[in-house]
């Protein structure tokens, strides 16, 4: 995370500033449609798992401490940056776009967060396009939700709208994590940009 403090020069009074916070590794994860919940890498991604099992999808979460964000500030754009790292089958052809839904899971993942727990439904899609890239959605309606609520973190979930097309072919989004399990660069990050009044 990047802002100021330590010692730092406090920023000039209305120049914009930018922050970026990346998501706790320690909670993010993902949780398969029969309930099964992974919180320590072993992915990530979002998709399909039909070789394993005729059927089986999962659902990538991402929290992001709102603390981070300097008290009194203005905060005027908030962007859901996360980043693709390569894709398995043809999940976009099968399962269409991917989707952001703003949750809150209570105390952590568990089992009902697959399609529990929704505060909102589909607040955009994160286009990503073929290659190993950041994809960028606006959230700044969310984020302030959870700061007006007094909720400690923004919590997303990225899903498709058809669970599974039953081909007997995995269709997969590998994505990046808070634990850099598939590398330590190019983590989830939520970049806030705000003034200081």
């Known amino acids: 995370a990047s802002g100021w403090g330590g010692g730092a ?77 390569s894709i398995v089958g043809t999940p976009y052809e099968d399962l269409g776009n991917l989707l952001v839904d703003h949750v809150d899971p209570g105390m952590g993942l568990d089992a009902a967060d697959y399609a529990g727990g929704t505060l909102s439904s589909n607040v955009g899609i994160l286009a990503m396009g073929f290659g190993q890239n950041y994809a960028n959605l606006g959230v700044s309606a969310e984020v302030e939700a959870d700061r007006a609520a007094e909720r400690t973190h923004s919590w997303f979930r990225l899903r498709f709208p058809v669970d599974s097309n039953w081909d007997r072919g995995n269709d997969v989004l590998v994505l990046s994590d808070g634990e850099g399990s598939r590398g330590p660069t190019n983590p989830p990050i939520l970049e806030v940009t705000y003034v200081v009044p």
């Open 9 to 85: 020069e406090c920023p000039r009074r209305g120049r914009p500033l930018v922050l970026e916070i990346e998501c706790v590794g320690l909670l993010d994860g993902f949780v398969l449609y029969d309930g099964m919940v992974f919180t320590s890498g072993n992915g990530p991604g979002v998709g399909d798992l039909v070789e394993a099992s005729v059927g089986l999808a999962f659902r990538m979460f991402y929290a992001f401490p709102l603390d981070e964000i300097p008290e009194g500030v203005t905060v005027t754009s908030v962007r859901l940056r996360v980043f693709q790292l």
